[in-house]
Antibody, heavy 120, light 113 residues
Framework: EVQLLESGGGLVQPGGSLRLSCAAS????????MNWVRQAPGKGLEWVSL????????HYADSVKGRFTISRDNSKNTLYLQMNGLRAEDTAIYYC?????????????WGQGTLVTVSS | DIVMTQSPDSLAVSLGERATINCKSS????????????LAWYQQKPGQPPKLLIY???TRESGVPDRFSGSGSGTDFTLTISSLQAEDVAVYYC?????????FGQGTKLEIK
């Protein structure tokens, strides 16, 4: 059974940084692209970032480009999202979502999410 | 960016009746080289993460009840629930993975009438 467990969320001041982690199990992590998707309170889904299976290719939403960095450690079966220069509008639940292939695709499994709150 | 627009924003349907949700993309998500539509549907219940229902516009994910079906091609897509059950109350999202940035529709809230 695929399991994705996010951690690292919390309360941070504007301009601050956080590093989210997603521990994966139940599948061959290194064979699948991984994504971060966020959902602001009471709002819809927003794709944030994608990293291909090998880790060489990454993509970002314009809203986070230059501030967020996605990475993965295939030896530890873990996905990361380094978030710098946080803004109030980054407040959201951040979901780790498994892709269905090595590159961009639909999201076939989701974690429970971790809440990031940016506020002074 | 491809803009995904769902209609309606909310929908109330009686138990056992058909529910239809539409999704329109601002440009085609049909890849001509393989004739696949890069379109997925998700269901999100309160307090839960989204769950994949449909991919390639019409392929049902394993374990999803067959009352859920997807159709359409190019820019116009539909998610149909043939006979609404109480457990289908949720928000439904379409998602295009044709091009970056990947984008979602705004969501359609489905309730029982």
């Amino acid at each position: 059974e695929v399991q994705l467990l996010e951690s690292g969320g919390g309360l941070v001041q504007p301009g601050g940084s956080l590093r989210l982690s997603c521990a994966a199990s139940g599948f061959t992590f290194s064979s699948y692209a991984m994504n971060w998707v966020r959902q602001a309170p009471g709002k819809g889904l927003e794709w944030v970032s994608l990293i291909y299976a090998g880790g060489s290719d990454t993509h970002y939403a314009d809203s986070v480009k230059g501030r967020f960095t996605i990475s993965r450690d295939n030896s530890k079966n873990t996905l990361y999202l380094q978030m710098n220069g946080l803004r109030a509008e980054d407040t959201a639940i951040y979901y780790c979502a498994k892709g269905a292939s090595t590159v961009k695709s639909w999201f076939d499994s989701w974690g429970q999410g971790t809440l990031v709150t940016v506020s002074s | 960016d491809i803009v995904m627009t769902q209609s309606p924003d909310s929908l109330a349907v009686s138990l056992g009746e058909r529910a239809t949700i539409n999704c329109k993309s601002s440009q085609s998500v049909l890849y001509s080289s393989n004739n696949w539509n890069y379109l997925a549907w998700y269901q999100q219940k309160p307090g839960q993460p989204p769950k994949l229902l449909i991919y390639w516009a019409s392929t049902r994910e394993s374990g999803v009840p067959d009352r859920f079906s997807g159709s359409g091609s190019g820019t116009d897509f539909t998610l149909t629930i043939s006979s609404l059950q109480a457990e289908d109350v949720a928000v439904y999202y379409c998602h295009q993975y044709y091009s970056m940035p990947q984008t979602f529709g705004q969501g359609t809230k489905l309730e029982i009438k």
